[in-house]
């Protein structure tokens, strides 16, 4: 299978958190959606969206969006560990943590990027604060987000968390979180996924 991914971005990050956890094998195509001339092939030939991640089996069966990657991830190879609870309750709080994470970390971490300063900018951050507060309190009394163990449920907050420490949101004031995040990017998967992004 091929990954169309760029490692810089936290979307494709939570894809090849879930690859190298598992270890698995596929073949990695890098795509660098500012090059306008890699924007309009990748756009005509792979994913009309213009969007990362992209996931391509073999047989030429398509699996876009990087929950949905993950949840194939999960159904296909189900070594350990396993991602998406059996469990249906602990498996519906994995989606609930996985949409938050989309939704009130990455997204806002994505669009500080292109906000000068100003109410909108304003607008994001104090979203962001409401968020950092509610993850502050669900890590509080745990050290991951459901069943006592690494799940599906801990990748998109923690990706999320990283990227909003790398554009200057500081997570101090929040320490049980702080150490949470630093916990998750101290797995070696995610340790890998950090050198090839960032070289760190
Ligand atoms: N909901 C999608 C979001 C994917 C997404 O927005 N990816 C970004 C990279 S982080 C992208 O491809 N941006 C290019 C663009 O919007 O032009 C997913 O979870 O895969």
Redesign the pocket.
């Known amino acids: 299978m091929k990954l169309y991914f760029?490692p810089k971005?936290?979307?494709?990050q939570k894809v090849l958190i879930a690859f190298y956890e598992k270890a698995l094998n596929f073949e990695p195509i890098m795509v660098d959606?500012s090059d306008p001339q890699a924007r309009a092939v990748y756009c005509k030939v792979i994913n009309p969206l213009?969007?990362?991640?992209m996931l391509i089996r073999d047989d030429g069966w398509v699996v876009?969006?990087?929950?949905i990657i993950v949840e194939y991830v999960e159904g296909h190879y189900p070594q350990a560990p396993n991602l998406i609870p059996n469990e249906r309750d602990p498996s519906r709080q994995s989606r609930f943590y996985d949409r938050l994470g989309?939704q009130y970390l990455i997204e806002p971490a994505?669009a500080l990027r292109s906000l000068a300063d100003g109410d909108a900018r304003d607008a994001v951050v104090a979203r962001i604060h409401a968020a950092l507060g509610l993850f502050e309190k669900e890590t509080s009394h745990r050290d991951y987000l459901v069943l006592g163990r690494f799940t599906q449920a801990d990748i998109a907050p923690a990706v999320g968390l990283r990227h909003l420490q790398r554009r200057g949101i500081d997570l101090s004031p929040h320490p049980r979180l702080s150490a949470y995040v630093d916990r998750m990017w101290a797995r070696p998967a995610w340790q890998r996924v950090a050198h090839e992004a960032w070289g760190a």
């Open positions: 760029h971005s936290p979307y494709c959606l213009g969007k990362l991640p876009p969006e990087s929950s989309d994505n």
